[in-house]
């Protein structure tokens, strides 16, 4: 896929970095330790604190279903404005994922104010290629990897799912990844706080853009986008746009928008307990059920077209 900048910010209001930073940040809180605490266990095993780079915060868990064998893969990058999380407080998303028969590799990567964009990208892509390389002795299918995340993380798994250059640097394949699935995700968004800007401060576009929406093109994997109505964090347009740029290029990009939630909601609707809480789990578990059947899609396919 080519690399030039695609045509920004064609409908929504602009978010104050200020207000995304402070927000995103909420979603990296100890709630989610509790959410993963009150989340079912018994279905998995867990591996922690693998290796997969140099710096401490470079380690990994996987979550394997018992008896795991040939299974998908979804690597899940947590939120937290790109300056907090820890992988052990996402178990619930563990637990949620290995109920729907699939491998969850959840990593940690290093945050800011220790580095900036795009050092946590590069981190995030190294997890992959571990994933890639190893996740067959955990039971994985290698052929068969999906990227996750909500918030910032979803924002990262998107930089690696359409800029090809950081999973290439990073040393994986040039298989194309199975899927991108993304919770919230800010893909284009304003930088215009003080701390925004220092995370961002190396970004060169059009060579080296931190925005997804750059990279949209026909060759995306299979997508599904959804996004709370009520999202004063990061608006719902980030999600809208991204995805009309990824169906303008030729490809296809499944929607779902939730009226009246909120941004936390979204994500924390996988915990288990909070099933309740909205229909991001089930809309999730529908669509790898789809992937793995070889039956996209079942949603607002483009939406606009």
Known sequence: MGHSAATRRVSGPALQGGLLLM??????????????GLSPSGHYALDEGIVYGDHPRMRLDVYRPHDAQSLPVVVYFYGGAWARGARDQYGFVGAFLTGEDVIAVLPD????????????VHDAAAAVAWVQREIAAYGGDPERIILMGHSAGAHIAALLALDTRY??????????????????????????????KKIFAAEQPPQLSSQPIDYAGGDAPPMLLVHGGGDRVVEPGNTLRLARSVCDAGGEAEVIVYPGVGHARVAAALAPPLGFAGSSGDDVAAFLRRLTAGELSNGVICPGG
């Open 23 to 36: 927000m995103l940040a909420l979603a990296a809180c100890s709630p989610t330790r509790l959410l993963s």
């Open 109 to 120: 990567y290093r945050l800011h104010p220790e580095v900036g964009f795009p050092d946590f």
């Open 167 to 196: 999973l290439a640097h990073a040393g994986k394949d040039q298989a194309p990844l199975y899927a991108f699935i993304g919770l919230s995700g800010p893909y284009d968004f304003e930088r215009d706080s003080d701390t925004l």
